[in-house]
């Protein structure tokens, strides 16, 4: 786990100095404390801080160039099939001169060029520098499990692990992309592979780009296929589900340097756990976060019967309201993008604890999306049976009567009366009420020029022959799971050193899950049905079978109490009434009325507050 940055001049051919690559690597310095690398070519400059996991020589040390000097390669992240890949290799005559997953990596482009894509299994985002095709390029994982941004410049090209890098080198504009900030004010991230920033993009995930002949070329090498296949059977489904579980935990395994589990106590986790065990790893360590304003906020009493049951070493950490708006400018400054996921800054600190026992910890982050398991889909499973009933009925008596019933009622209401493409964003999506209440009317204007749903439409595009679960899912993975999810574990893990392991998105989950029928996913109103059929020898039914509690945070408290006055202080500056974005009145009216008890504002009062400090760390500064 590591951070990468470089610049190609490939338009003007000036020369790249080694300031400035360094400079685009200190911005990210704590991505890769354990070593730096920096390789110049004329007009390409390459650059690397390294994080040692595999291999923790120097001789593995990064840029790493080939044994004739013809290619080199900049890796962030981990080849978790490697030791296969290897000896694959060694069969056909190569010689190795470490012992490393990067080394593999680049004589697997040395000796099967972009077909060797297809038989990567990991985590990662790379640039490789060939010298006799005189071509860069630049791949990122299947998933998006780790980030890589780019930046077109009247010289050529820049790009990083971290947008923060790009900003480093002279020529890349700092222009907010004001078209963007109504998609973000839909969802609480900036989805797709547009920035909040003009001109600096995502590369997508499943997606290489390469710079040859003055030319640029970005093209898609993955896909999740729903290929109809003949229903096997729920036990078919469950021992899969079992069996892919263990072995991508198996490869996850793979590391030169000490590792645990972050273990909320929920299904995902437990099971990672629970797989580890099965392999006979001993010792485990796992480690807990959670906040100490009551049960609806702590989980550590289910995480603790896990530990217990597997004899794992434990450590625990308590979030205080001080904790969080002490890492607050850090978490935006990390973050890079305005996204509002509170739990963010939790994970951080117990990332940072962690950092004091291992180096490598793994995590459930993914099994949602693979296996359905957020309870908005069931809910719009709901919406979609109601819409069954006759228009006129729905339009004149029933809707009218959950408006008047207020809150999730009145939601679920407007839900059906529009499609899924111009009605479901993702997991996370905000009131569009309440946006128009907020806009200024210049604002209002702008963003009739481009919607969240038209950012998502090229995804429902591809799935419009499936049903709606496979709809929904496919849509979360390729937004909110990368543009939010994601982008949290990789900078707050990143941000304390630390990496992060997800094996529940190693690609053949996402391969299984595309075919396996949604019936079993989701079983009447079980969520995540095969994945705890497949669970039920290994962990207890009060893990399994309970309410899904999720890590929220208790913002709705803090900015009541601990935390009211520093919200106040930033959303009624002149600073943030100066952007024209929102109506002073109508976000005083917010702040008023959730500060004294009479509403709850916190999830808009949040996603405002996120916004304008990033506008002060990244644009007025």
Same mark, same amino acid.
């Given at each position: 786990?590591?951070?990468?940055?470089?610049?190609?001049?490939?338009?003007?051919?000036?020369?790249?100095?080694?300031?400035?690559?360094?400079?685009?690597?200190?911005?990210?310095?704590?991505?890769?404390?354990?070593?730096?690398?920096?390789y110049l070519d004329g007009e390409l400059g390459l650059g690397h801080r390294r994080l040692t996991i595999i291999d923790t020589?120097?001789?593995?040390?990064?840029?790493?160039?080939?044994?004739?000097?013809?290619?080199?390669?900049?890796?962030?992240?981990?080849?978790?099939?490697?030791?296969?890949?290897?000896?694959?290799?060694?069969?056909?005559?190569?010689?190795?001169? @470490?012992?490393?997953?990067?080394?593999?990596?680049?004589?697997? /482009?040395?000796?099967?060029?972009?077909?060797?894509?297809?038989?990567?299994?990991?985590?990662?985002?790379?640039?490789?520098?060939?010298?006799?095709?005189?071509?860069?390029?630049?791949?990122?994982?299947?998933?998006?499990?780790?980030?890589?941004?780019?930046?077109?410049?009247?010289?050529?090209?820049?790009?990083?692990?971290?947008?923060?890098?790009?900003?480093?080198?002279?020529?890349?504009?700092?222009?907010?992309?004001?078209?963007?900030?109504?998609?973000?004010?839909?969802?609480? *991230?900036?989805? @797709?592979?547009? @920035?909040?920033?003009?001109?600096?993009?995502?590369?997508?995930?499943?997606?290489?780009?390469?710079?040859?002949?003055?030319?640029?070329?970005?093209?898609?090498?993955?896909?999740?296929?729903?290929?109809?296949?003949?229903?096997?059977?729920?036990?078919?489904?469950?021992?899969?589900?079992?069996?892919?579980?263990?072995?991508?935990?198996?490869?996850?395994?793979?590391?030169?340097?000490?590792?645990?589990?972050?273990?909320?106590?929920?299904?995902?986790?437990?099971?990672?756990?629970?797989?580890?065990?099965?392999?006979?790893?001993?010792?485990?360590?796992?480690?807990?976060?959670?906040?100490?304003?009551?049960?609806?906020?702590?989980?550590?009493?289910?995480?603790?019967?896990?530990?217990?049951?597997?004899?794992?070493?434990? #450590?625990?950490?308590?979030?205080?309201?001080?904790?969080?708006?002490?890492?607050?400018?850090?978490?935006?400054?990390?973050?890079?993008?305005?996204?509002?996921?509170?739990?963010?800054?939790?994970?951080?600190?117990?990332?940072?604890?962690?950092?004091?026992?291992? @180096?490598?910890?793994?995590?459930?982050?993914?099994?949602?999306?693979?296996?359905?398991?957020?309870?908005?889909?069931?809910?719009?499973?709901?919406?979609?049976?109601?819409?069954?009933?006759?228009?006129?009925?729905?339009?004149?008596?029933?809707?009218?009567?959950?408006?008047?019933?207020?809150?999730?009622?009145?939601?679920?209401?407007?839900?059906?009366?529009?499609?899924?493409?111009?009605?479901?964003?993702?997991?996370?999506?905000?009131?569009?009420?309440?946006?128009?209440?907020?806009?200024?009317?210049?604002?209002?204007?702008?963003?009739?020029?481009?919607?969240?749903?038209?950012?998502?439409?090229?995804?429902?595009?591809?799935?419009?022959?499936?049903?709606?679960?496979?709809?929904?899912? $496919?849509?979360?993975?390729?937004?909110?799971?990368?543009?939010?999810?994601?982008?949290?574990?990789?900078?707050?893990?990143?941000?304390?050193?630390?990496?992060?392991?997800?094996?529940?998105?190693? #690609?053949?989950?996402?391969?299984?899950?595309?075919?396996?029928?949604?019936?079993?996913?989701?079983?009447?109103?079980?969520?995540?049905?095969?994945?705890?059929?497949?669970?039920?020898?290994?962990?207890?039914?009060?893990?399994? *079978?309970?309410?899904?509690?999720?890590?929220?945070?208790?913002?709705?408290?803090?900015?009541?109490?601990?935390?009211?006055? /520093?919200?106040?202080?930033?959303?009624?500056?002149?600073?943030?009434?100066?952007?024209?974005?929102?109506?002073?009145?109508?976000?005083?009216?917010?702040?008023?009325?959730?500060?004294?008890?009479?509403?709850?504002?916190?999830?808009?009062?949040?996603?405002?507050?996120?916004?304008?400090?990033?506008?002060?760390? $990244?644009?007025?500064?």
């Amino acid at each position: 786990m590591c951070g990468i940055a470089g610049i190609y001049r490939y338009k003007t051919g000036r020369e790249v100095q080694q300031h400035e690559i360094e400079s685009m690597c200190s911005v990210m310095s704590y991505r890769g404390p354990d070593g730096r690398g920096e390789y110049l070519d004329g007009e390409l400059g390459l650059g690397h801080r390294r994080l040692t996991i595999i291999d923790t020589s120097e001789r593995s040390n990064q840029p790493m160039l080939s044994q004739d000097d013809n290619v080199t390669i900049c890796f962030n992240g981990e080849l978790y099939n490697y030791l296969e890949l290897k000896q694959e290799l060694q069969e056909e005559g190569v010689k190795f001169a @470490t012992t490393s997953d990067t080394e593999v990596l680049m004589e697997m /482009y040395r000796n099967r060029g972009l077909d060797s894509l297809q038989r990567l299994n990991g985590m990662y985002a790379y640039a490789i520098w060939d010298r006799v095709e005189d071509e860069l390029l630049l791949v990122r994982d299947r998933v998006g499990i780790k980030p890589l941004y780019y930046a077109i410049t009247d010289d050529g090209i820049v790009f990083g692990s971290e947008l923060k890098s790009l900003l480093a080198v002279s020529g890349v504009q700092v222009e907010v992309n004001r078209k963007i900030i109504d998609s973000y004010m839909s969802v609480g *991230y900036c989805p @797709t592979n547009e @920035t909040l920033f003009e001109n600096i993009f995502k590369l997508p995930p499943a997606h290489f780009l390469s710079v040859k002949n003055g030319e640029i070329r970005v093209e898609q090498y993955w896909e999740m296929e729903f290929e109809k296949e003949k229903d096997r059977g729920q036990d078919y489904y469950t021992e899969k589900t079992r069996e892919l579980l263990k072995d991508a935990v198996r490869l996850q395994l793979r590391s030169d340097v000490p590792l645990g589990v972050f273990l909320s106590g929920g299904i995902d986790s437990s099971a990672v756990v629970a797989m580890m065990d099965e392999l006979g790893v001993e010792d485990i360590k796992t480690f807990s976060v959670a906040w100490d304003y009551g049960k609806a906020f702590n989980e550590t009493q289910y995480a603790r019967q896990i530990s217990k049951q597997f004899n794992t070493e434990h #450590h625990e950490y308590f979030m205080s309201a001080e904790d969080f708006m002490v890492f607050l400018p850090d978490y935006i400054r990390h973050m890079d993008e305005p996204v509002t996921e509170a739990a963010a800054i939790s994970l951080y600190y117990i990332a940072k604890k962690a950092k004091e026992h291992v @180096t490598v910890v793994l995590s459930g982050e993914g099994a949602d999306e693979v296996f359905g398991g957020y309870p908005i889909y069931k809910y719009m499973k709901m919406v979609h049976i109601y819409k069954k009933i006759p228009l006129l009925l729905r339009s004149v008596v029933l809707n009218p009567l959950l408006r008047m019933l207020g809150n999730k009622w009145a939601k679920y209401a407007d839900l059906s009366e529009v499609e899924l493409d111009q009605s479901y964003a993702g997991v996370s999506f905000y009131d569009k009420k309440q946006k128009e209440k907020l806009y200024t009317d210049e604002f209002k204007s702008e963003c009739k020029k481009f919607s969240i749903y038209d950012a998502l439409a090229p995804l429902y595009k591809y799935v419009m022959n499936e049903d709606l679960q496979r709809k929904m899912q $496919f849509v979360d993975i390729k937004s909110w799971l990368v543009d939010d999810l994601l982008i949290k574990a990789d900078r707050m893990s990143m941000a304390a050193s630390l990496e992060l392991r997800v094996p529940f998105l190693d #690609h053949r989950f996402l391969e299984f899950a595309a075919k396996m029928p949604s019936k079993y996913r989701i079983k009447g109103y079980e969520n995540k049905y095969v994945l705890k059929k497949a669970l039920e020898r290994l962990l207890p039914s009060e893990i399994l *079978y309970r309410k899904k509690l999720g890590f929220p945070t208790p913002l709705a408290i803090m900015f009541q109490g601990e935390l009211r006055n /520093y919200v106040t202080d930033i959303l009624d500056s002149n600073r943030f009434h100066d952007r024209c974005y929102f109506k002073p009145a109508e976000v005083r009216r917010l702040l008023s009325e959730h500060g004294s008890g009479g509403e709850d504002h916190h999830k808009v009062l949040w996603q405002l507050l996120v916004l304008e400090l990033w506008h002060r760390e $990244f644009v007025d500064a």
